[in-house]
């Protein structure tokens, strides 16, 4: 008998519907789940690695994508490649960035600030080289927009009124770059804890103690990375203040100060950084930067950070700007430049025109007196003036005796004491002079070897030779007086 009931059929296709949806519902939540876990991962890869870890600790190893996390003011921008740029290097300005969110310092049971370590990395690029200004302040602060404050070496923090105040409220490691006598600073490359004032509580030139306890100094602003460490023990009310050119933290401080921060600090406070510039400028920045309250700030590594943005070099109207010239004064400079240049060459050939003109008319005075007097007409060297005066043999005589001091041959001439009685004794009979010293010539000669012209010195009708003293030490002296007394009378300069 046949069983036309339809009812197992039907349940056969309830029963696969039933386990068909029960599989496909363990397939959607499965199916859930990852994509809750794939996007939570997606959100957490999205969210940049500079980030507040917990509401007391922050790490910011650059800082690329943080308009949300912290404020800026004033010239502060983030560059492109992750640097957060407090200022750049135009004039009197000033740059802030700070935390965007108050972080409490205090204990809100007994009113004792906390312990707190921070760590950045800072670099501050001058102008032009040696030559920057003013500084830059780690900073802790009532409020995270600093109003009515001063660039120049006021670093953004304060200004002429409440420089000073003790209800300011506020803490400052200060990194500058020029000595301020009006703060009392040490010199133009010192670190200095302030506390509601820039007259530095305490201070040093920057530098940092190596592993064999030398104190090496630093440059702030050299353009390179610094690192630095600001860490408050309240146990001990001990502020210890350290920099470095390495990621390795030095084993001892620059800055130790012993203050107790809890009258300063209000219960919440404002984290950041302040900078300015004056007529002198630079460009400061902040590489990367770590937080944290009790507890050591998240150590940074030099290395991974973002680079120092490379400085412009500098165009020709920024050199003369640097070196205080102006335009109108390198025009002119240039002008009286080329005239004197003009006016030299043009001294210089007159100066040549004449000597040739004279050279020809007057070859050499010695060789000149030699040669009248060898022609026997020795009177024409005498000044016509002089005539009446002397007898044409008294002349020939101190002719004659002249040329003998000037001799070429330095045994030729006569030692003092024999001029002398030359000179005073006319009954002395004079001998010939032969040839003069001093009347040397140059001509160009051409080496047939090498085709090269070469200049060097030829004979005469006289000599080539250079005036040696004789062995006795009365020869220049003998020389001297000759020369003198010739001079005298004949009113010629030989």
């Known amino acids: 008998m046949i069983n036309n009931n339809p009812k197992p059929l039907q349940n056969l296709i309830k029963l696969f519907f039933i386990q068909a ?14 994509f809750l876990m794939f996007f939570s991962a997606f959100l957490f890869l999205s969210i940049p690695v500079s980030s507040q870890l917990n509401e007391n600790e922050l790490y910011f190893p650059g800082f690329k994508d943080l308009s949300a996390n912290l404020t800026l003011s004033g010239a502060a921008k983030f560059e492109k490649d992750g640097v957060l740029c407090l200022t750049n290097d135009s004039e009197r300005l000033l740059g802030q960035a700070f935390y965007s969110l108050p972080i409490q310092f205090k204990n809100s049971t007994n009113g004792e600030v906390f312990s707190f370590s921070s760590s950045f990395a800072l670099g501050i690029v001058p102008s032009y080289p040696n030559d920057g200004g003013h500084g830059m302040a780690f900073t802790i602060s009532p409020s995270k927009e600093l109003n009515d404050t001063a660039a120049r070496h006021y670093l ?20 500058d770059t020029v000595q301020s006598p009006e703060f009392y600073d040490i ?28 104190k090496r100094e630093l440059i702030l602003m050299s353009g390179k990375p610094i690192l630095a460490w600001i860490d408050y023990d309240a146990s001990e009310n001990l502020l210890n203040v350290t920099i470095s050119p390495n990621s390795s933290k030095p084993r001892l401080p620059l800055l130790s100060f012993n203050v107790n921060l809890s009258p300063i600090f209000l219960e919440s406070m404002y984290i950041g950084f302040s900078s300015s510039t004056g007529i002198v400028t630079s460009s400061h920045y902040i590489l990367g930067w770590s937080f944290k309250i009790n507890g050591q700030a998240g150590a940074l590594d030099l290395s991974s950070l973002p680079s120092i943005p490379d ?70 060297l005498m000044n016509p003036t002089l005539r009446d005066s002397y007898c044409e043999d008294q002349v020939l005589r101190c002719i004659n005796l002249a040329l003998l001091c000037v001799e070429h041959n330095p045994m030729d001439r006569p030692i003092m004491s024999v001029v002398i009685s030359m000179s005073t004794s006319e009954g002395v009979k004079l001998p010939m002079p032969k040839q003069p010293a001093f009347s040397i010539e140059r001509k160009i000669v051409v080496d047939n070897a090498s085709g090269i012209n070469r200049t060097e010195n030829t004979n005469n009708n006289f000599t080539i030779s250079v ?16 020369m003198t007394h010739l001079t005298v009378l004949l009113g010629i300069k030989l």
């Open 187 to 214: 010199d133009g490359n010192h670190v200095g804890i302030d506390i509601n004032s820039l007259i530095s509580n305490e201070s040093s030139t920057a530098a940092y103690i190596d592993d064999s306890s030398t």
């Open 311 to 380: 400085k412009k070099k500098l165009t020709a109207p920024e050199l003369l700007k640097w070196m205080g010239i102006s335009p109108v004064i390198v025009v002119g400079l240039t002008i009286i430049l080329v005239l004197g240049i003009f006016l030299l060459i043009r001294w210089r050939t007159f100066l040549l025109e004449a000597d040739q003109t004279f050279s020809f008319q007057f070859p050499n005075s010695k060789v000149y007196a030699c040669q009248l007097w060898k022609e026997g007409v020795a009177t024409g």
């Open 156 to 175: 953004g923090l304060f200004n002429k009124t409440n420089n000073g105040n003790a209800s300011n409220h506020l803490f400052a490691v200060e990194f």
């Open 21 to 34: 949806s029960t599989v496909l519902s363990l397939f959607v939540l499965i199916m859930a789940r990852n």
């Open 467 to 482: 005036m040696d003293p004789r062995s006795t030490g009365d020869d220049t002296a003998t020389y001297e007086a000759a």
